[in-house]
């Protein structure tokens, strides 16, 4: 027989009538649980994203905060510090649904702020960028404003690894090249962990997970820092809790489309501790 676990059930009903991507913290019986142990809460329905086209983009998850959905960037504002501090996104939208990075106008950054993420971002080089190795179709995806995954034209233009698109720009260099021509729209979709602060220290550096036109090309990499250039990094003495995805102006016109967020909430689930008994209901 099944025990009734109310106040699972009354989490179970709270997360339900959330419409955000937030995962319920498990009430895991002082016993743990059974392999196929069915007190554990139900998984939270989400519809997927359709896929994207080089013609259309898809649609976001229906769990997801939507960065940019091809109409306006509402979401977005300037990321420039001092006189001007956060103005309206200088970038412009294209009628064919997507933005373009404005050259000397600064970064931008999402007006909302996160920590833990899912992020998936499409862009595209224009054709006919010319330049090489880091000026090249170069901008970049800041996760919390602060790390930055590289944004480069590589199609057979090679640059110093640890900032080749798909790197962990002066960390990790991509697990392999998967960077499509000039014309063409790739993407990234990113797992990024902000790092754990104790007492001023860190005792769990950030970790980043990053598929480049579904390649994996980091694979849960431990982050030494925030991104610098040319300089080692380490982590500061205080970091911030939560912070923006932040796109970089470097210069060269790359397009972006079909940016959305979904943060990543509550705990882990945890093992099972013992094999199916009391609590086992399912078929064979
Ligand atoms: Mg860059």
Not at 190 to 199: E, K, L, T
Not at 207 to 222: A, C, K, Y
Request: glycine letters at 10%; one cysteine or more; aromatic letters at 8%.
């Amino acid at each position: 027989m099944k025990r009734t676990n109310g106040l699972a059930m009354v989490m179970v009903i709270a997360c339900g009538a959330m419409a955000a991507a937030i995962a319920c913290a498990e009430d895991v019986p002082s016993d743990g649980y059974e392999v196929h142990d069915m007190r554990r809460p139900q998984p939270v329905a989400v519809t997927p994203p359709t896929c994207s086209t080089q013609e259309k983009p898809g649609s976001a998850p229906s769990d997801a905060t939507v960065l940019f959905d091809g109409k306006d960037l509402s979401k977005w504002r300037s990321a420039k510090e001092g006189d001007g501090a956060g103005g309206d996104a200088a970038w412009k939208v294209s009628p064919d649904r997507y933005f373009a990075v404005e050259p000397k106008t600064g970064n931008i950054q999402s007006k909302d702020e996160f920590r833990d993420v899912q992020l998936h971002v499409e862009w595209c080089e224009p054709e006919g960028i010319t330049g090489k190795s880091q000026g090249r179709g170069n901008s970049g995806i800041f996760l919390m404003g602060l790390y930055e995954v590289q944004v480069l034209d590589n199609y057979q233009s090679p640059t110093y690894p640890d900032g080749t698109v798909g790197g962990i720009y002066g960390q990790y260099p991509p697990l392999v090249n998967a960077c499509r021509p000039q014309g063409q729209w790739q993407m990234y979709d990113i797992v990024f962990h902000a790092p754990v602060y104790q007492d001023g220290k860190v005792v769990k550096p950030a970790r980043e997970t990053v598929f480049l036109n579904s390649l994996l090309v980091q694979d849960d990499m431990e982050l030494i820092g925030p991104t610098q250039h040319k300089e080692l990094t380490k982590y500061p003495e205080a970091h911030p809790d939560k912070g923006p995805v932040m796109l970089q102006d470097h210069g060269n016109p790359v397009r972006y489309r079909n940016i959305w967020v979904r943060e990543l909430k509550g705990d882990r689930p945890v093992p099972p501790v013992k094999s199916s008994k009391e609590h086992y209901e399912g078929q064979h």
